[in-house]
């Protein structure tokens, strides 16, 4: 069975700082690995998405790595804003066939970013 | 492009009731959608892979005949929570697979749940 796990679970810094959170699944035969966020009370905003064959993904202050092989990926947000306060979840899609697209999340790191 | 809208977004019901969330993909067809349980402070977990036409398949240790789930066109499923318990209070998210984009996951803004 599939399990990811997400660290660290809450992080609180300051606003300008550089960030890392990390991601790691039990089974590297994934079809590829999604960075969301959540905010509270919301649903979910899609970040990056890593296809198995892809090393990174960048998306303006965010960018993504996948070390498949290993089991791992981290995303780095570059000058973090209070706006980036939210909850990341990291999830991978497993599956093949009829079945694509079911993911398998962590539980999330809760960010804070302070003025 | 690839919007998927649920509804309710928030309900509070009587322990007893039963409650329906609706799950559509607006602007294009979704042959396979997935419900997902999300309690505070946990992951989101899958419940139930939907496919439109057929029947839905559940994960273990999710009761099907408490979470009933219909796919009955393209366009929308519905999962209806029977007899529902405070322990089933909790937030509800649907997703949906895009084949024309390539399989992306486009996903609802969820529904909370509270059952009093």
């Known amino acids: 069975k599939q399990e990811v796990t997400q660290i660290p679970a809450a992080l609180s810094v300051p606003e300008g700082e550089n960030l890392v959170l990390n991601c790691s699944f039990t089974d590297s035969a994934i079809y590829n690995l999604q960075w969301f966020r959540q905010d509270p009370g919301k649903g979910l905003t899609s970040l990056l998405l890593?296809?198995?064959?892809?090393r990174e993904q960048t998306s303006g202050r965010l960018n993504a790595s996948l070390d498949k092989s290993s089991g791992r990926s981290t995303l780095y947000i570059a000058a973090s804003q209070p706006g980036d306060s939210a909850t990341y979840l990291c999830?991978?899609?497993?599956?093949?066939?009829?079945?694509?697209?079911?993911?398998?999340f962590g539980r999330g790191t809760q960010l804070t970013v302070w003025p | 492009g690839a919007v998927v809208s649920q509804h309710p977004s928030r309900v509070i019901c009587k322990s007893g009731t039963s409650v329906k969330i609706e799950c559509r993909s607006l602007d294009f067809q979704a042959t396979t959608m997935f419900w997902y349980r999300q309690f505070p402070k946990q992951s989101l977990m899958l419940m139930a892979t939907s496919n439109e036409g057929s029947k839905a398949t559940y994960e273990q240790g999710v009761e099907k005949d408490k979470f009933l789930i219909n796919h009955a066109s393209l366009t929308l499923s519905t999962l209806t929570v029977t007899s529902a318990h405070p322990e089933d209070s909790s937030f509800y998210i649907c997703s949906a697979r895009v084949q024309c984009t390539g399989n992306t996951i486009s996903f609802g803004e969820g529904s909370w749940l509270t059952v009093v």
């Open positions: 890593i296809q198995s064959s892809q």
């Open positions: 999830a991978v899609s497993k599956d093949r066939g009829s079945t694509l697209g079911r993911l398998y």
